[in-house]
Each structure stands twice: as structure tokens, then as C-alpha cells.
């Protein structure tokens, strides 16, 4: 069973960084058959995909073109973690912000979630 | 990108009747949709994948189809802990997701 803990500030300030964390157990963040993906959550916005990290022997990232300019990801093989960086928000990135696993093989989607971290972008 | 679009926006309907829930794509996506609950206050739940496999541990009420453009969630007989808001997701080009249909109480 696979088990993702997010953490991290639930008040971020307008120009500052976004910060969280996701913390993996039962799996492994340097597996070759997963990508590991920050997902958010907005009235406004519905559900946008934001980006991920996976390890094909060596580290890649893909970014959400609406993002890419203010996104990092990262994965902390040590802490068996990958973190979420947004750079220069507005209250427009106020969202429930969600990591979830997508493996390569079935079911090839995004099949467990962590349990949601609400940040609210405000002075 | 691709937009996915959900029909109807809510769907008001009782214990034990059958729900028929809809989502559009704006170009072919084959059959590589998925569906998704989500309660309040709760992550997505993935449902069905490949447009109609259901996922590890999803009842046999809930079954997908459709290819293409045009794809179906039906949940045959609805229990009280189906009434929530339903989501489809394509990922042929990156992951894009509908607006989502609410099922509820009627």
C-alpha cells in the first residue's frame, strides 16, 4: 500500500515561494515505473496538473506550460520525498495542492493521492 | 491542449437509480481517459482508466465506455456513498481534466 503525506505552510505571502512537501512510503521515489506529480485544486481553476520528477536512470521533470516559468520539483532520495517549489505567487495560486503517483504501468494514471494541502496566498 | 467537457453539471437522482455521466473531448483522445470521485475534503479516487478497467477494489456498479471523442461513466444502481462530484482526465497530451459532474440527493 502506498502512502503519500504532504506538508508544508498553508499561508504563503503574494511574491513569495510556495513550499511543500510529499513524503513516500510503500514506494520508492527513484522507482523506474512511477512519476511522482503536483496537482491543484481551485474554483477557479478546476484540477490543473502542474508538473512531475521521475527516475529513468538518470532525473527528469515536466512542466505545465501555464507554470513553467515558476515550478520546480525536486526529489530528496534520502528522505524517499519530492517537494514542490512556486515561485512569485499571487492570490490566484490559492489552491488545495495535491501530490499523487502516476505508475507506467497499469493503471497508467494517477492512482494514489496525498490527502491535500490547502494554501492561501495572502498579505 | 485538450479540453474535456462534462455533461450535466449536476445530476439529481435517488438511491438505486442508474447515473449516466458524460465527458467530451476536443479532439481524440482514444482510450486513454480516466474517471474520478472525489467526496468533500477528500483526494480524487481513481475509478476507471483506459476509458473502461475498473480500478483495484471499485465496485462492479461502476463501468466506463467509449473511445475517441465520446466516453460514459454508468453507476447501475447508485448507493449512498456514490453521491459525489465525478471527474474525468485524458492523458494523450500531458494530463488534462473536466470540470467535474456532481451527483446528488435528490
Known amino acids: 500500500q502506498v502512502l503519500l503525506q504532504q506538508s508544508g505552510p498553508g499561508l504563503v505571502k503574494p511574491s513569495q515561494t510556495l513550499s511543500l512537501t510529499c513524503s513516500i512510503s510503500?514506494?520508492?521515489?527513484?522507482?523506474?515505473?512511477?512519476?511522482w506529480n503536483w496537482v491543484r485544486q481551485s474554483p477557479s481553476r478546476g484540477l490543473e496538473w502542474l508538473g512531475r520528477?521521475?527516475?529513468?536512470?538518470?532525473?527528469?521533470?515536466d512542466y505545465a506550460v501555464s507554470v513553467k516559468s515558476r515550478i520546480t520539483i525536486n526529489a530528496d532520495t534520502s528522505k524517499n520525498q519530492f517537494s514542490l517549489q512556486l515561485n512569485s505567487v499571487t492570490p490566484d495560486d490559492t489552491a488545495v495542492y495535491y501530490c499523487?503517483?502516476?505508475?507506467?504501468?497499469?493503471?497508467?494514471?494517477?492512482?494514489?493521492w496525498g490527502q491535500g494541502s490547502l494554501v492561501t496566498v495572502s498579505s | 491542449e485538450i479540453v474535456l467537457t462534462q455533461s450535466p453539471a449536476t445530476l439529481s437522482l435517488s438511491p438505486g437509480e442508474r447515473a449516466t455521466l458524460s465527458c467530451r473531448a476536443s479532439?481524440?483522445?482514444?482510450?486513454?481517459l480516466a474517471w474520478y470521485q472525489q467526496k468533500p475534503g477528500q483526494a480524487p479516487r481513481l475509478l476507471i482508466y483506459?476509458?473502461?478497467n475498473r480500478a483495484t477494489g471499485i465496485p462492479a456498479r461502476f463501468s466506463g465506455s467509449g473511445s475517441g471523442t465520446d466516453f460514459t461513466l454508468t453507476i447501475s444502481s447508485l448507493e449512498p456513498e456514490d453521491f459525489a462530484v465525478y471527474y474525468c482526465?485524458?492523458?494523450?497530451?500531458?494530463?488534462?481534466f473536466g470540470q467535474g459532474t456532481k451527483v446528488e440527493i435528490k
Open positions: 483506459d476509458a473502461s
Open positions: 520528477t521521475y527516475y529513468r536512470s538518470k532525473w527528469y521533470n
Open positions: 482526465q485524458q492523458r494523450t497530451t500531458w494530463w488534462t
Open positions: 499523487a503517483r502516476k505508475p507506467i504501468s497499469a493503471p497508467n494514471f494517477f492512482d494514489y
Open positions: 479532439q481524440s483522445v482514444s482510450s486513454q
Open positions: 510503500g514506494d520508492s521515489v527513484s522507482s523506474n515505473t512511477a512519476a
